[in-house]
């Protein structure tokens, strides 16, 4: 049963909800843009998503971005989703964690 499991212990209900978080933003990349995750891609969805262009992505990039799947995307969804892609806890999504994060979704697809 999903939630027995999602509720047996607090590290394995953090990672299925980052698992779900990678998938919301992957689906708001591929909205976005148009276009499937291969490497030749990848680098356009950040810049896409990067709208300052400063090299990594913020929290209200990321509302942003998320705003065009669901524009009733929560405060709290956005940031789950900030902290599951947000590698090094920096608060923000640099390059190195957004093809670290979709190379290894789009291989495991």
């Known amino acids: 049963d999903f939630f027995k499991l999602y509720h047996s212990s607090d590290s394995i209900g953090k990672s299925l909800r980052e698992v779900a978080a990678r998938r919301d933003f992957l689906k708001a ?4 843009t ?3 995750f291969d490497d030749a891609h990848l680098r356009e969805a950040f810049d896409a998503a990067d709208l300052d ?3 990594s992505i913020n929290l ?15 405060d709290e969804v956005v940031k ?3 902290e599951a892609m947000d590698i090094n806890s ?4 640099t390059w190195e964690e957004f093809h670290h994060i979709f190379n290894s979704e789009t291989k495991r697809s």
Do not use: A, R, W, Y
């Not at 920096?90 to 999504?93: D, E, L, Q």
């Open 29 to 32: 990349i591929v909205t976005l």
């Open 34 to 36: 148009g276009k499937t």
């Open 53 to 55: 262009q400063s090299g």
């Open 60 to 74: 209200p990039e990321l509302k942003e971005l998320l705003n065009v799947l669901d524009p009733s995307f929560s």
């Open 80 to 82: 789950n989703v900030m």
């Open 90 to 93: 920096s608060g923000t999504v």
